[in-house]
């Protein structure tokens, strides 16, 4: 079955310390993503990684850092959680064409942090 | 800048009534892309509709339909005879040209009471 997985679904921590949400597909897509989802936001992206060892800033990037060492894992580390981090994390991944980026989106089931 | 505007926050209906879901879009690209996501109970996102600036018909998928005018810079989504399984938050989107990014509308909140 074609799915992006990401673990944990729901985290509760303490204001510094370390934590990684892991995200993996199985469908063999160049492009995966984070977004975080905030009550009257929307969904806005973190960051994003068009192949292995290709990552990018999205619009909110501070806070957070990603890798790709493969294409199928995609983690996103918060190296100091701090309360404003409280929310619905999604990891999403695509495939690309030609032409590049779609929009086509398969997006994991998402992660509740709750930073205190 | 880019800017998608869902106006409504919640709609709820009654099994089978017809309902519309409306996305107002801002930008100053010639060319770029729409779309819809629904996002059921279980959480995760579920793409819909990619829709190019270029192409302005109608589109229907079984229940679903989408109604894109240029001219009034919007692309709204239509569920006819609502079903209680429609019950979602709704996301309308727009590609960020050159950021690989969608931008997301705030999305909009449909109950379909039984």
């Known amino acids: 079955e074609a799915q992006v997985t990401q673990n944990p679904r729901y985290l509760i921590t303490v204001t510094g310390k370390k934590l990684t949400v892991t995200c993996s597909q199985n469908m063999n897509h160049e492009y995966m993503s984070w977004y975080r989802q905030d009550p009257g936001l929307g969904l806005r992206q973190i960051y994003y990684s068009m192949n292995v060892e290709v990552t990018d800033k999205g619009d909110v990037p501070e806070g957070y850092k990603v890798s790709r060492k493969e294409k199928r894992n995609f983690p996103l580390i918060l190296e100091s959680p701090s309360p404003n981090q409280t929310s619905l994390y999604f990891c999403?991944?695509?495939?690309?064409?030609?032409?590049?980026?779609?929009?086509?989106?398969?997006f994991g089931e998402g992660s509740r942090l709750t930073v205190l | 800048a880019q800017k998608v505007t869902q106006a409504q926050t919640e709609i709820s209906v009654v099994e089978k009534e017809d309902v519309t879901l409306d996305c107002v879009y801002e930008?100053?690209?010639?060319?770029?892309?729409l779309f819809w996501y629904k996002q059921p109970p279980s959480g995760e996102l579920v793409f819909l509709i990619r829709r190019n600036s270029f192409d302005e018909q109608n589109e229907i998928s079984g229940r679903y339909s989408w109604n894109f005018q240029k001219s009034t810079s919007s692309f709204n989504f239509t569920i006819t005879a609502s079903q209680v399984v429609d019950s979602a938050v709704y996301f309308c989107?727009?590609?960020?040209?050159?950021?690989?990014?969608?931008?997301f509308g705030t999305g909009t909140r449909l109950t379909v009471i039984p």
């Open positions: 989107a727009q590609d960020q040209t050159g950021a690989n990014n969608l931008f």
């Open positions: 999403a991944s695509s495939f690309l064409r030609t032409s590049g980026f779609t929009g086509e989106l398969f």
């Open positions: 930008t100053r690209d010639t060319t770029y892309y």
